[in-house]
């Protein structure tokens, strides 16, 4: 068996932005060849700021790294060559079709005659969007716009696709069928993928690996079934009917260390959340314990572990949580992005 390099790979990546924002603080990455990597992790976490460096768009303030064994640094020409970047925002002109997009982007990507006619109906074919190829991209519906923009990074056959975001903005529906595209294009074509997301859900269905990002460095990495697989159990959450005091949840963490059977418990102000060998035997002494401390439970879940559970483990907080922070600074910074 040959050993291929691998197809993107960044050590110690540091980017620190004016005003102190460190958005890379040692970031490691590396995708083999013909896979998908799914950089998982909320708002602000540094995933947009990782893909513009290996994209050849930004410029780390340290570390190093390469695509397609490309040095991002010194060639970022070769780079540019083998890449596709499916920005968060489309590159598509709205005023042209979509045939005339694709078209330009296969000029300047050096395709002409026969060769670009091809590869522009192969394309629209592939995308589903012959029928619309005539139509301005104006008139495109979410998801007709998301698959050109993705048929826009794939004209000079790169061998390494960046998606930053792929679905954020489609409907439900929309959404499954990005995703059954971007399975096929991994799974039929070899294509090396990289993508970012906030959605626990895309990183499951899409990614071969998962990398979770917390605050510029990757905190885990592994196939989704082995993050789940290393918790253990079932994961049991319980929502509280009243914030827990500071006294209370000292209180309730040391009755629920004498628990048998349960693992890991986290808690915050509302919520208890543990790790148990077997969630439906451990929960009536779970809230057995939680009746004696005084603490009325509004609802409680056995299920098995999410990446949410995992995201919870390794960053020491809650997806949901950080997501709902960043949501209030964005509405403080009057939605400014
Ligand atoms: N041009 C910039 N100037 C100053 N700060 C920036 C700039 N770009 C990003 N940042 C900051 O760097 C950090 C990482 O941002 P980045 O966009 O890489 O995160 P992200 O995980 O991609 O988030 P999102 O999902 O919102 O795009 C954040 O704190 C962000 O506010």
Do not use: C
């Not at 540019?80 to 045939?99: E, K």
């Not at 995201?311 to 949501?327: F, I, K, Q």
């Amino acid at each position: 068996m040959t050993t291929r390099a691998p197809a993107v790979e960044a050590r110690q990546l540091i980017k620190t932005y004016p005003g102190d924002v460190t958005a890379l603080n040692g970031m490691d990455i590396t995708v083999e060849p013909g896979t998908v990597l799914g950089l998982l992790g909320p708002n602000g976490a540094g995933k947009s700021t990782t893909v513009k460096i290996l994209t050849t768009l930004a410029r780390p303030d340290s570390g190093s790294a390469a695509v397609a064994g490309h040095d991002v640094l010194r060639h970022p020409d070769r780079v540019r060559r083998v890449i596709g970047v499916v920005a968060q925002n489309s590159g598509a002109d709205p005023v042209a079709t979509g045939r005339e997009n694709l078209r330009l982007q296969g000029r300047l990507h050096g395709l002409t005659g026969r060769a670009l006619n091809e590869r522009v109906a192969a394309l629209l074919e592939r995308f589903s969007l012959t029928d619309a190829a005539g139509r301005q991209v104006k008139g495109y519906s979410g998801g007709m716009r998301r698959r050109l923009d993705v048929a826009l990074g794939l004209v000079h056959r790169p061998e390494v696709l960046f998606l930053d975001e792929p679905t954020t903005g489609l409907d439900p529906e929309a959404r499954t069928a990005m995703w059954d595209e971007i399975g096929r294009l991994a799974g039929e074509e070899g294509l090396t993928i990289l993508l970012t997301t906030h959605h626990l859900e895309e990183a499951d269905r899409l990614a071969g690996r998962v990398a979770i990002v917390d605050r510029g460095r990757i905190v885990v990495e592994g196939t989704p079934d082995s993050l789940k697989g290393e918790l253990r159990g079932d994961a049991v959450h319980v929502e509280l009917r009243e914030p827990l005091g500071e006294a209370g949840s000292t209180l309730l963490r040391g009755a629920l260390a004498a628990l048998p059977g349960i693992n890991e418990t986290h808690l915050d102000a509302s919520r208890v959340s543990v790790r148990a060998d077997d969630g439906a035997a451990a929960m009536p002494a779970l809230l057995g314990a939680l009746e004696r401390a005084g603490v009325g439970v509004a609802a409680a879940t056995v299920a098995r572990p999410s990446l949410d559970d995992v995201y919870l483990r390794y960053a020491g907080r809650r997806y949901s949580d950080v997501e709902a922070e960043a949501a209030g600074h964005l509405a403080l910074a009057g939605g400014a992005r």
